[in-house]
């Protein structure tokens, strides 16, 4: 059974930074796309950025610029460096893995942006 941890949510005063991690635990990680969404309370979930297991990767206009996506030295696990946050970055912050079959969901992580 595949399962989706994340890590690294909390709060960070504007203009900070903040890691997010998220590791597949029991996949192989040979074909994977590793996605980090958000959702902000009486919003959509939103994709902020994904990588895939050919190094492409995708961002959102909001984040492009400010945040990179990379293969983590840690096993499995991708992590997400986001810089220059502002409030509307304020969310629920939620990792999704295909592992070539199937998308599994973590269970979400909290990140509060504030002066």
């Known amino acids: 059974q595949v399962q989706v941890v994340e890590s690294g949510g909390g709060l960070v005063q504007i203009g900070g930074s903040l890691r997010l991690s998220c590791t597949a635990l029991?996949?192989?990680?040979?074909?994977?796309?590793m996605a980090w969404y958000r959702q902000a309370p009486g919003k959509e979930r939103e994709l902020v950025a994904s990588?895939?297991?050919?190094?492409?990767?995708v961002y959102a206009d909001s984040v492009k610029g400010r945040s990179t996506i990379f293969r983590d030295s840690a096993q499995n696990t991708v992590s997400l460096q986001m810089d220059s946050l502002q409030r509307e970055d304020t969310a629920t912050y939620y990792c999704?893995?295909?592992?070539?079959?199937?998308?599994?969901w973590g269970q979400g992580t909290q990140v509060t942006v504030s002066s």
């Open positions: 999704r893995h295909f592992d070539g079959r199937n998308w599994f």
């Open positions: 990588l895939n297991s050919g190094n492409r990767t």
């Open positions: 029991g996949t192989d990680f040979r074909i994977y796309v």
